[in-house]
């Protein structure tokens, strides 16, 4: 059976480490806050200008300047720190800021990401991913294994205008985990989703992957 | 008393004499969080046209820069992101708008330097993208960056929490975000406020935009601060 949502972002959850800071996309990966193991200490990035997110509010605590990325009410925690835009991406930019775990339309098998937009769709703009892919220290990509019409989204090469070029360290999809120890290296397959074969797998991969 | 005063008494009289046809105005806010609402209302009043506006977002309709586009004021948009405003998209696909897309932190970061002096700087982000088109590259240890230019504008319109007379600002939570480093690029900035008070009302060591950089000040006359995605969580859940 393939992973649903909530299994995608707990499966992204077990590459959080104690101690990181991590920012976290909008969609799938902002589900992974959810599942950060309790003696666990990761501090969460939003680059709109905060370190050390914290849930959302209760109704009726909504503070209007008080907002993730994606314009979301949260709350603050006793570790928190505000900054302005350009600290906040010269703290991306500068590497500090241990994973970034973001969606995709598509990756490539050299590790390109294309998060940002289709040609001929109106195009809303990139926000913070490709300052995002370029600064981060390791990237994780969640998304599901095919598109809506079934076509593979880990692919030879990106059809999509790119966020980054041999950016991705890790992909997750409903139906497999590929890594690679480096950025010059291919993807290996080093997990399946239960009851997932590799045949299907297989089939519905076009990228050249180590299996 | 030396020196004009920076206070001025509403958003209208703030911009007297400052905007015209054809300028480059910079706008604070992340989404609707941290706008300066009263002084996009006025500078809609002054009914400027041919605007290039550099911001994070556009507004959506009916609020904040929405407010701009509906009156076809704006004819260019520097943003990193713009899809909460159906007029936006309206009005970019008749061909009536341009949009120059730029990376949120190379936004920042042009806008930073810009105000700092800095003629450009060179950039990982973007690197092999559209955003690469046309600008300087250059490969150091095998990593290729490319050159972004520093921008700066007319006028910059900045929303604070709390500033004093000398137009020392104190911004509150993730309304900060763009706005001191838009308050540090234009020719002539204008700040409005929630709390306008008197000098020595606010720590000098916790001011985050030094009065240097704020020509004029205004405490805005209504807040309306919208909530663009309202999430909350149940009372006894986690």
Known sequence: ?211 | MAGASKVYPNAKAALDGIVADGMTIMCGGFGLCGIPENLILALRDTGVRNLTVISNNAGVDGQGLGLLLETRQIKKMISSYVGENREFERQFLAGELEIEFNPQGTLAERIRAGGAGIYGFYTKTGAGTVVAEGKETRVVDGQTYILETGLTADIALVKAWKGDTEGNLVYRKTARNFNPVMATAARITVAEVEHLVEPGELDPDCIHTPGIYVKRIIQGERYVKAIEQRTVRKRGVA
């Not at chain 1, 200008?49 to 907002?67: K, T, V």
């Not at chain 1, 949260?74 to 930019?93: G, H, K, N, Q």
């Not at chain 1, 590497?95 to 998060?115: K, P, R």
């Open chain 1, 1 to 211: 059976m393939p992973w649903t949502r909530e299994q995608l972002a707990q499966r992204a959850a077990r590459e959080l480490r104690d101690g990181y800071y991590v920012n976290l996309g909008i969609g799938i990966p902002t589900l992974v806050a959810n599942y950060i193991p309790p003696d666990m200490k990761v501090v969460l990035q939003s680059e709109n200008g905060m370190l050390g997110m914290g849930p959302f509010p209760y109704e009726g605590e909504e503070d209007p300047d008080l907002i993730n990325a994606g314009k979301q009410t949260i709350t603050e925690l006793p570790t928190t720190s505000y900054f302005s835009s350009a600290d906040s991406f010269a703290m991306i930019r500068g590497g500090h800021i241990d994973l970034s775990i973001l969606g995709a339309m598509e990756v490539s098998e050299q590790g390109d990401l294309a998060n940002w937009m289709v040609p001929g769709k109106m195009v809303k703009g990139m926000g913070g991913a490709m300052d995002l892919v370029a600064g981060a220290k390791r990237i994780v990509v969640v998304m599901e294994h095919t598109a809506k019409d079934g076509t593979p989204k880990l692919k030879p090469r990106c059809e999509l205008p790119l966020t980054g070029s041999r950016v991705v360290d890790m992909v997750i999809t409903d139906l497999a985990v590929f890594a690679r120890t480096d950025r010059r290296s291919r993807f290996k397959l080093i997990e399946l989703a239960p009851d997932v074969t590799l045949d299907e797998v297989r089939a519905k991969t076009t990228a050249q992957v180590d299996y």
